[in-house]
């Protein structure tokens, strides 16, 4: 059906009825039929889609319950989602009386004309009779909803006489036991009205307001607690924030440049060496003084001949040469007296076993 004939045909005509149940006449509920009249309307639009969402909120003849309700059509189902209505009578239902069908009926017809936004959704209506607080779990179990939202009168009492009113408060039963979220949807009126008192309180302080008006603890004198940081000169903590990145020198104020003049001062401050008297006489006269050196270096002079040779190349050849030629006589050498071994041991072996005597 498209959506202009959906919007033009009356609110009635949008939902359509599927399966009801009657489990009153049996007086005993079971894990998933509750003493109720159940009565199921979807929309003509409706579809199940991957991302759908139960809601269940209880309805009364209370005007915070149609606010409830209200507030829920408008501001949190979408298409697809389905809304639990649960009415619950405590008082017990006579078996052979049918009224009570006839009251489920009008009542689902006032919820139809609460949507306002012509939303494709489901509808469900429970009612049941037996305990509030226990029927109410007991669907819980059933439908399994993502959220539960119940209306409340927004009165806030103190002392014995709030005790005694929140105690049989309903929305906070349920805010105390129910095993989903819970939303509790107070009136408009009753909101507006606490806050325009709010505003109107000479006695009330921003959080601003009460900040300057007390010290804080940083400013007493355990105040050295909050320190985390030790005390930084603006140069320490440049240099630190330089040595961290890795930047270079010139971003870093401790590091001072190097002042050339004061090096080239520094140079020509240094002491000149003693003169001894015979020198002075020696260069007067005309000649050359005489080099002097210390033991030390003689010693060191000794030592660095004695660990060093220093040699030409040529040098280096000539002696490699002498080296073969050494080697290549010894080579002849070892080879001409082994010719003499092996030509000796064969002229043994001729020499017949008598022979050797001397002939007279």
Request: aromatic fraction near 6%; charge should be negative.
């Amino acid at each position: 059906m498209a959506t202009e004939t959906l919007t033009e045909s009356p609110r009635s005509q949008r939902f359509e009825s599927h399966v009801a149940f009657d489990n009153i006449p049996l007086g005993e509920s079971t894990e998933y039929n509750p003493i109720s009249f159940t009565l199921n309307y979807r929309h003509a639009g409706f579809q199940f889609r991957r991302r759908h969402r139960t809601f269940m909120v209880g309805v009364d003849d209370n005007s915070y319950s149609d606010h409830a309700l209200q507030w829920l059509l408008d501001e949190l189902v979408d298409d697809g989602d389905e809304i639990v209505c649960v009415r619950v009578i405590e008082t017990q239902v006579r078996l052979t009386d049918k009224a009570y069908q006839e009251d489920a009926k009008a009542l689902m017809e006032s919820i139809q004309s609460k949507n306002m936004q012509n939303r494709a959704i489901g509808l469900v209506l429970e009612y049941a009779v037996g305990k509030l607080h226990n029927t109410f779990q007991h669907l819980i179990k059933i439908y399994q909803p993502s959220m539960l939202i119940v209306g409340t009168k927004g009165r806030s009492l103190d002392g014995v006489q709030g005790f005694l009113v929140n105690r049989s408060s309903f929305s906070k039963y349920c805010l105390q036991y129910s095993p989903v979220p819970v939303v509790v949807v107070r009136p408009n009126e009753k909101r507006e009205k606490k806050k325009a008192k709010r505003a109107h309180d000479p006695s009330r302080q921003s959080y601003a307001q009460m900040l300057l008006g007390q010290p804080h603890e940083a400013d007493s004198e355990n105040s050295s607690v909050y320190e985390l940081e030790p005390n930084l000169t603006p140069d320490e903590e440049a240099h630190r924030v330089a040595v961290a990145v890795g930047l270079p020198a010139s971003y870093d104020p401790t590091i001072k440049p190097i002042d050339p003049m004061t090096l080239l001062k520094s140079f020509g401050r240094r002491s000149t060496p003693d003169v001894s008297r015979e020198t002075l006489a020696i260069v007067s006269k005309g000649g050359v003084p005489a080099e002097k050196k210390s033991r030390d270096c003689d010693e060191s002079d000794s030592d660095s001949d004695g660990e060093f040779e220093l040699s030409t190349g040529q040098q280096e050849l000539l002696k490699k040469q002498r080296l073969h030629s050494m080697e290549l006589n010894e080579g002849a050498a070892l080879r001409a007296e082994g010719r003499k071994l092996s030509s000796g041991s064969a002229d043994s072996d001729e020499d017949p076993p008598g022979g050797g005597g001397a002939k007279t």
